[in-house]
């Protein structure tokens, strides 16, 4: 689906949280910077977990062992979703000019995430090829929680998917976190992330929502108390209802060098 980016001020919230952790060293980062590099964070974890999503009925097939969907198929087709999606060539990151589309905090964690992702996808490879089993729980939102995880562990960023009502526990949302997707509940969809300065200006956080599509209605559907197929009572959900966010905090300064 396509989606127009929008940067707006105001109260943030995000089905992921990443949160960047400063070297022990005083510097600050560029809120410019920040802002354009947790806005493609948060849609490289999206569009990943829309390639889990397109190759779903693969994944779940009973009848099929060695499904081929291999942690270098992945890749290609994350790469070549999201660059249809933003025009960015992930597979040409590294020699890519820094810039204001791509910035230099942008170019490294961006790698760092499309690694995290193929481990997960690594990992999971006996449960995807496993034979006589259609649903296997790895999932989107599996997917998500997984890759964040990861992520966050390899590189000193903190990923969180997040919902007023997660069946992950894990994704429970923080105050902060939990009056924005409030405030967006109550609203028409918004297909932009919005940003915010927080703890007197010291910490950005920025939010994409996201929310429920045709395909995800068989889990989150109605009616509305019906077991899906994982056993979860369903939500009652309708397309273009609000899912969650992604949500990235930025610290701007490290303690050595706040005004």
């Known amino acids: 689906m396509k989606k127009v980016w929008v940067a707006l001020t105001a109260v943030l919230v995000m089905f992921v949280t990443a949160q960047f952790v400063l070297p022990p060293s005083g510097w600050a980062v560029d809120r410019a910077e920040a802002e354009e590099t947790a806005k493609l964070l948060a849609k490289l974890l999206e569009v990943g977990r829309e390639v889990i999503e397109q190759n779903q009925q693969l994944i779940d097939n009973p009848h099929k062992g060695d499904k081929g969907f291999t942690p270098e198929v992945f890749e290609q087709q994350l790469v070549q979703e999201f660059l249809q ?21 942008a170019k490294e964690l961006l790698f760092d995430l499309v690694l995290a992702g193929k481990e997960v996808v690594r990992d999971a490879q006996v449960v ?9 729980n790895f999932i989107p939102a599996t997917y998500g ?6 992520f966050s562990k390899q590189s000193h960023i903190r990923l969180k998917q997040t919902a007023l009502q997660p069946r992950n526990l894990k994704n429970e ?27 007197e200006g010291h910490t950005l956080r920025v939010v994409m929502p996201i929310y429920y599509q045709k395909d995800c209605l068989a889990c989150h559907g109605e009616p509305k108390g019906d077991l899906d197929i994982s056993g979860y009572p369903k939500e009652g959900h309708r397309e273009g209802d609000l899912a969650g966010a992604i949500t990235v905090t930025t610290p701007l300064f490290d303690s050595g060098v706040r005004p």
Request: no cysteine; glycine share 4%.
């Open 85 to 105: 999606q933003t025009r960015i060539d992930l597979s040409k990151l590294q020699s890519t000019p820094a810039s204001i589309v791509v910035p230099p905090m």
């Open 173 to 199: 949302p923080d105050d902060y976190e939990a009056s924005v997707l409030k405030w967006l509940s109550g609203r028409q969809r918004v297909n932009a992330y919005m940003s915010e300065l927080t703890d």
């Open 145 to 150: 929680s997984q890759t964040a995880a990861r």
């Open 128 to 136: 995807i090829n496993q034979r006589g089993i259609g649903y296997k």
